[in-house]
């Protein structure tokens, strides 16, 4: 099945310690994403990632750190120097379409819990 | 800058009756989507509609249909005979220009109850 796969689900970690959250899509998309949700809130972007080692920080990017060798696959990496990391992560992706734009339908991954403690 | 509000933290609707979201947004581009997501408590957030700026005719997928008022600058979506399944939060967003970000609003918890 076609999809966008994340893992763990959830993650444990230690203060002072780096962790790499994984992402990986099947769906052939050009762009992914990831977002940060605190409880209760709406999503935050961290990084997006138009294309193969083509990325871009987004609104809350201090502290974390993506690659994209590849196109199906975009981890995101929280560093000891994110302060407050305890969060859901949420990875996705979207086709680039050229022509007029008016928005291309963005898909998420099931996310991953990360909890510092 | 661009912003999306959805005024109703809660909603509470009877099963088989149907529910209107609010949404706003504001933007000075002449081109953006608007979309809603359901996000169930296992946390996923799953697409439910689209509409583009330039779309003409408003969005509608199954039960959902987004009700999009350009120069009020609202999408709302509306549910019809909602269902048990349909208590979960949902989340409007639009996508900036050209860069297909997604700016989220805080979302509406909405609850279906017998």
């Known amino acids: 099945d076609g999809g966008i796969t994340q893992s763990p689900k959830y993650l444990f970690r230690k203060e002072g310690q780096n962790v790499t959250l994984s992402c990986e899509q099947n769906l052939n998309h050009d762009a992914m994403y990831w977002y940060r949700q605190d409880p209760g809130q709406g999503l935050r972007l961290i990084y997006y990632a138009q294309r193969v080692n083509d990325f871009q920080k987004g609104d809350i990017a201090d502290g974390y750190s993506v690659s994209r060798e590849k196109k199906e696959s975009c981890p995101l990496t929280v560093t000891s120097a994110q302060k407050n990391p305890t969060a859901f992560y949420l990875c996705?992706?979207?086709?680039?379409?050229?022509?007029?734009?008016?928005?291309?339908?963005?898909?998420f991954g099931e996310g991953s819990w990360l909890t510092v403690v | 800058a661009q912003k999306i509000t959805q005024t109703q933290p809660g909603m509470f609707v009877q099963e088989k009756e149907a529910v209107t979201l609010d949404c706003t947004y504001d933007?000075?581009?002449?081109?953006?989507?608007l979309f809603w997501y359901k996000q169930p408590s296992s946390g996923e957030m799953i697409f439910l509609i689209y509409q583009g700026s330039y779309d003409e005719q408003n969005a509608t997928e199954g039960r959902y249909s987004l009700n999009f008022q350009k120069a009020r600058k609202s999408a709302n979506l509306v549910i019809s005979a909602s269902q048990l399944g349909d208590s979960a939060m949902y989340f409007c967003?639009?996508?900036?220009?050209?860069?297909?970000?997604?700016?989220f609003g805080t979302g509406t918890r909405l609850q279906v109850f017998p």
């Open positions: 967003a639009m996508t900036q220009v050209f860069t297909d970000k997604l700016i």
């Open positions: 996705a992706s979207s086709i680039v379409r050229q022509g007029l734009y008016s928005g291309n339908t963005i898909y």
């Open positions: 933007t000075s581009d002449q081109s953006y989507g």
